[in-house]
Structures are given as structure tokens and as C-alpha cells.
């Protein structure tokens, strides 16, 4: 038992301790979603609200920064993923996926990106009882509360573009979070997105590519909500 202990413990530990220290960010990532596009979202700890915006090309067998923006994060800092809660106001950490982008101007001529314009009728449903609980709706649905959603058209500077991230997303879990976005600066800390200027949020949209799969990965630079766990 104790020979079969020591053999998975040692199978274990790649995933654990980063194998290459003196690559770039991805390149110490246990797993960065396949593709060869990868954004970061790094803060210096969980209770920071702002950090650094990264995104990455992997070229050749290794991961080169393709950007880099200040970005900023909750206002009360960032959260793991699996055991966030709706409302705390907390970025959630982990790796996610990019569903699409959006926003309420036009998209950026030359995106490749799948791009949803934004209409007076464009809601996030974030309400818990709904059917369409962290889905965008047009229109609001009977069983979705306006008070417990977001009109997309109300915050046309932060929507202006946007990426969706895809935290609580395939399969959403109540109560743990919806519409967690990578949008254009507000006037501070986010309620839960992280948030680049306008000029950044539009040099990832013209550089991101569908058919590269980019993922998102959301933490900070070391502890137990590190980047590198993922």
C-alpha cells in the first residue's frame, strides 16, 4: 500500500509544482484549454482589485505575450470559482471558456470573433428562479425579474465591447453567479468582471480568433487561487 501510495503521489505531482519555473505564465499552467490562445487575468492576491490583463500566442511550441493592459477586478476582490457566491461582488478564479463578444456599438471592423450587437431589448438574466439563468434574453422572460438582471443598453461605456466569460456557463449552478464579462473600464473596481480600457478591450477582440480556442484564466500570482494551478 505504501509503494502504491508513493507512485501516485508522484503522478500527482506535475500537477502541483510547475515543471518549467523559468517559462512565460502559460507555459507554467498545468493546463490552459487546448487551444493557442490563452488571456490572463492576474492579480497580486485575492483581496487586490486590480492586477494585469495578459493575452498569449502560443508560437513554435512556447507561449509569447501578444499584450499586455492594466485591468481591474471586484470590488472586493477575487473568489474561487466552484464555491463563489452570487452578489459578494468577487471576481471568480479559474480557466474558462470565451462563448462570444458583444457589445452595445458596432463591432470592430476586421473581428473574427462571433459578435452579438447589443439592443434596448438585450438582457442578462442573472435571476435564480429563471429558466434562462445566465443566458442573454431578448426581451425578459415571465420568469425572469428585471430587478434581478441586467439591461445590457444601461451600461453602454462598460458593454461598449465585451467578451463573455464563461464562469457558471454550460451548466449553471443557482446562486453561484452570472454574467461575469471581460469589458471596458468603469469608474472603479467591477461587481465581478475584469475590466481593461477601451483601447485594450479592442486589441483583444481584433486579435482573438475562434478557430485558436482562447481560454481565460483568472487568479492571482501565487496561494491557493494561483494562475499556475490551472
Known amino acids: 500500500m505504501r509503494i502504491a501510495a508513493l507512485l501516485l503521489a508522484s503522478l500527482l505531482v506535475p500537477l502541483a509544482v510547475p515543471a518549467h519555473?523559468?517559462?512565460?505564465?502559460?507555459?507554467?499552467?498545468?493546463?490552459?484549454?487546448?487551444?493557442?490562445?490563452?488571456?490572463t487575468a492576474e492579480a497580486p492576491s485575492p483581496g487586490a482589485t486590480t492586477g494585469t490583463l495578459t493575452w498569449w500566442d502560443r508560437r513554435g511550441g512556447r507561449w509569447v505575450?501578444?499584450?499586455?493592459?492594466?485591468?481591474?477586478?471586484?470590488?472586493?476582490?477575487?473568489?474561487?470559482?466552484?464555491?463563489?457566491?452570487?452578489?459578494?461582488?468577487?471576481?471568480?478564479?479559474?480557466?474558462?471558456?470565451?462563448p462570444?463578444?458583444?457589445g452595445v456599438a458596432p463591432a470592430p471592423h476586421g473581428i473574427h470573433y462571433p459578435y452579438r450587437r447589443a439592443t434596448d431589448q438585450s438582457w442578462w438574466c442573472q435571476d435564480n428562479e429563471s429558466r434562462r439563468y445566465n443566458r442573454w434574453v431578448e426581451g425578459l422572460p415571465r420568469d425572469c425579474r428585471a430587478g434581478e438582471s441586467e439591461h445590457l443598453t444601461a451600461y453602454a461605456s462598460q458593454y461598449a465591447r465585451a467578451l463573455v466569460i464563461g464562469f457558471n456557463y454550460g451548466r449553471p449552478v443557482r446562486g453561484r453567479g452570472a454574467g461575469i464579462f471581460l469589458h471596458v473600464n468603469g469608474r472603479g473596481a467591477t461587481a465581478g468582471c475584469v475590466s481593461v480600457s477601451a483601447e485594450a478591450m479592442d486589441r483583444v477582440l481584433m486579435w482573438v480568433h475562434p478557430l485558436r480556442r482562447p481560454h481565460i484564466a483568472i487568479g492571482t500570482t501565487s496561494g491557493p487561487t494561483a494562475i499556475t494551478r490551472y
Open 21 to 39: 519555473p523559468g517559462q512565460p505564465l502559460p507555459g507554467r499552467m498545468a493546463y490552459t484549454g487546448g487551444g493557442s490562445q490563452l488571456i
Open 65 to 98: 505575450a501578444a499584450g499586455s493592459a492594466p485591468a481591474r477586478f471586484g470590488a472586493k476582490g477575487l473568489a474561487e470559482g466552484e464555491s463563489r457566491v452570487q452578489g459578494t461582488d468577487t471576481t471568480p478564479t479559474g480557466l474558462f471558456t470565451l
Open 100 to 102: 462570444y463578444a458583444f
